[in-house]
């Protein structure tokens, strides 16, 4: 049966279908125009994500039904234009859930002059066949209630949902977390460049220094910059301490030289002094682009401890792909480099076998210098998608990874351009 009344935290997420069943994308917003009385919102319709990631608005007046799996739409005909979000108008779920408002409802006196938070919002169909945002559910403070029950009152019972009273800072973010939880860090940023400025940013804060470090790799070198920027400036040294050395390092490299230094100081010697390496190399060059914390071992090292090291699970695939055998020290810069070991191999070969007697010498190795065209090169002739980085005195200095080289090849702003997730299903 068609609802005439829904909770937006149940529409969200909705697949939005056309008239024929065919699928459209799904529903991750839902855009009202908050008025400064107390007058129900108007919804003005759906923020729909689009299988290319592209978000998009669908007006209510294209809405038909919407039912407990899916809403659809009286027309298969969209417009494929970006959401832009107009003045006046708010994203429920990003701009008005988890705002800290005020009851005034004789029937709860228990949350008289306290803060709580809106949780939801119930949307209904008038008579006029328009949506209006009638209902709001909150939920007060732990001290309100060891299980902090979720109260259901009228938006005209609710002060603190005008457009100035939004607007202001340190606005809770509990229910976009939840969201973000089981998403990978890519699709997270991905949803972080759709937030207004503010929301953006108290996502960020909210985010531990490792979670927030993984999002602030998959975003673009502007939107990193602009975050860091934002960011207070001890935080934003942890959370650099927490990024792979090669992100950090490109990141700081598009910073003025006394920030960047500001900010390297700040950080653990032991996590700045690779990055510090890093930023001597020219970024399109093969030092600039390494990685140098690959998988490096000594040659007393058994198969069964490499496959072990490879099966780190914060190593990407390409880094897992192969190993690096070196003399003392095995921290880079390290000792003379004798050669690699492939993956495949590993898996060949006995658990007890050393690495020192199945390594790869004829592999060639990349000089630090090298520039990105030849990198390039090199990855297409040896079908690799890691290789060694050494210098003229043949310490392995670390390891250039495909995908690092990707980054580089492709357009600065790649992350943003919905075309490249053609056929992507996120």
Known sequence: MAATRVYIARLTGLAVLGPDGESIGRVRDVVVAVRYDRQEPRVHGLVVELPTRRRIFVPMLRVTTIEPGSVTLNTGNVSLRRFAQRPGELLA????????????DPDLPDLAG??????????????????????????????LGRRRAVHVVDWARVQGLTPYE???????????????????????????????????????????????????????????????????????????????????????????????????TL?????????RRLLEHSPDTAGGLMTPEPVVLSPSTTVAEALARVRDPDLTPALASMVFVVRPPTATPTGRYLGCVHLQQLLREPPAHLVSGILDTDLATLRPELPLA???????????????VVD??????GAVSVDDVLDHLLPPDWREDEQLYEGVRP
């Open 93 to 104: 779920m990003a701009q008005i859930v988890d705002s800290a408002v005020r009851v005034d």
């Open 114 to 143: 306290v803060d709580v938070l809106v949780v939801d919002l119930g949307i209904a169909l008038t008579r006029t066949r328009d949506w209006r945002v009638s209902r709001v559910a909150v939920r007060g403070h732990r001290r």
């Open 166 to 264: 939004l607007g202001r800072p340190g606005q809770d973010v509990s229910t976009l977390l939840e969201q973000f939880e089981s998403l990978r860090a890519a699709d997270v940023a991905h949803r972080l460049r759709e937030l207004p400025a503010k929301r953006r940013l108290e996502v960020a804060v909210a985010l531990d220094d490792e979670r927030l470090a993984d999002v602030v790799q998959e975003l673009s070198g502007d939107h990193q910059l602009e975050l860091l920027g934002q960011l207070e400036m001890t935080r934003a040294a942890d959370v650099l301490e927490a990024m792979d050395p090669d992100d950090a390092a490109d990141l700081l490299g598009g910073l003025p030289e006394n920030e960047a230094e500001s900010l390297l």
């Open 267 to 275: 950080m653990d010697p032991q996590e700045s002094e690779p990055v």
């Open 374 to 388: 030849a990198v390039t090169r090199y990855f297409a002739s040896y079908n690799l998608v890691c290789g060694p």
């Open 392 to 397: 003229e005195q043949n310490h392995l200095l």
